[in-house]
């Protein structure tokens, strides 16, 4: 799973890395673990000033049945959220510094 974000400068705190690997489980790979690559660190062209861009991937496990678009698109809306609520336990203000 894939999530691109553009969120305001502030949530993410300026000693963070450019790529960081969030591990919530050490002892096996679940969907806790989500690798964020915060390219614009290293690379301010890519987003406002008081910006950041992210991008998060992480594994999913679910089935994906893209026969039904709905059903597809509710997957999808839940898979996000699982996304930011690990990105929140990392840089607190997260979800609510979308733009």
């Known amino acids: 799973m894939v ?3 553009v969120v305001d400068r502030n949530v ?3 000693d963070t890395a450019p790529i960081e690997m ?3 489980n050490p002892d096996k790979l679940d969907e806790s673990e989500v690798t964020a690559y915060i390219l614009s660190i290293d690379d301010k062209t890519l987003c406002g000033e008081n910006e950041h861009t992210v991008v998060a991937i992480g594994p999913t496990f679910g089935s994906w049945d893209t026969s039904d678009k ?3 698109q ?3 809306q ?3 959220s ?3 609520s690990v990105l929140e336990k990392r840089f607190p203000g ?3 510094a979308g733009l």
Request: aromatic residues 12%; charged residues 40%.
């Open 3 to 5: 999530l691109y974000a």
């Open 12 to 14: 993410i705190p300026e």
């Open 22 to 24: 969030l591990v919530g």
């Open 70 to 72: 709905a059903e597809y």
């Open 74 to 76: 509710k997957k999808k």
């Open 78 to 80: 839940k898979e996000q």
């Open 82 to 84: 699982r996304l930011i």
């Open 94 to 96: 997260f979800e609510k």
